[in-house]
């Protein structure tokens, strides 16, 4: 009887149901559909036509912005290699995500996919173009909800290796083989830009690549842009650059025992006890805090503001320490919650 069971089965307690015993037509990654509205209304395709190139010829089965979106929506769903391209080139997301051309035929399998990733996209105009890319969606967000005041968030991570992979190396920190990027966020968490680097490398080497362009191009937009960085970046030639381009700061200072001294009756509490001298199983990890402007404009002592240091019991940016709002709410206002480092 299941056999000839073709149509869905109407239930009799509520019309507005139906079963159907189709198996094949079920996802788990429906939520990706919702992705793709968005990337529609963002002209991602369109941008993919516009930035990469695609020299395989004439006779080709599936256009490059269903590679591209297939190799992108694999990632937000989790499938962080290409195993699962087999079974996913018969998902009814996947297929639904990409042109008509694919929605009877399937998306692409394995060996289609890695070819894409590993030869197409590795051309060097097309890594050229991968960031311009990148930016120019974010930018077609911000024209969404636009805002006269941006945060730009810089810091280094780390990706592991398991191999002889080029460039990867030992890093002392993260007591792993690994690359060592460095990203620049907005705000919003939203990857503004990302460069590549070997293992070894200091965590604020690169800076200047990334941080001036979007700096200078934000700014050029009438937009005012505030820069903070933990203490890896804590470095003149930082401060210079931020003080010469009128662009506020918070960056973190590194453990430093004489300023620590020089500055303990402005961490006194109500009770007399100093902030240094109270037990804490992080005493090291205060914030400057305080007034931007002031950390911000003056050179020599301006740099280092001292009128609110943060007790390192509260080290997250979202957390309220008596910050004027004339500037010092500025590690307050991230969307996000990642802790200052």
Known sequence: MGETQNKPFQLSFNSSLKVDFQGSRVTSDSGLLLVRELDERLG???????HLADGRGKNIQLPLTDLMRQSVYSRLAGYE?????ERLSQDPAFRLIGSGRIWERGAALTSRLQSFETELLTQPENLAALPVLNRELIAKAEAIDSSRRVVLDMDSTEIPV???????????????VCYHPL?????????????????????????????????????????????????AFAKPEIYEALEARAAKYAIRLPANDKMERNITELLRRPGGETELQAFDPLPKLSLPGGKLDQGATGGGKGRVPLRGVVPTGRLHRHESYGFKPDGGALLQQARHRRTMD
Do not use: M, T
């Open 44 to 50: 991602f395709g369109e941008l993919i036509e516009q």
């Open 81 to 85: 290699d290409l195993n699962d391209a």
């Open 162 to 176: 398991y191999g002889r992979q080029e460039d990867s190396a030992y890093n002392g920190h993260f007591e792993s």
């Open 183 to 231: 990203l620049l966020f907005n705000g919003e968490g939203d990857c503004l830009a990302v460069k590549l680097r070997p293992g070894n490398v200091h965590s604020a080497e690169g800076w200047d690549e990334l941080l001036l362009p979007e700096l200078e191009r934000l700014q050029a937009q009438g937009i005012e842009v505030a820069f903070r960085g933990d203490a």
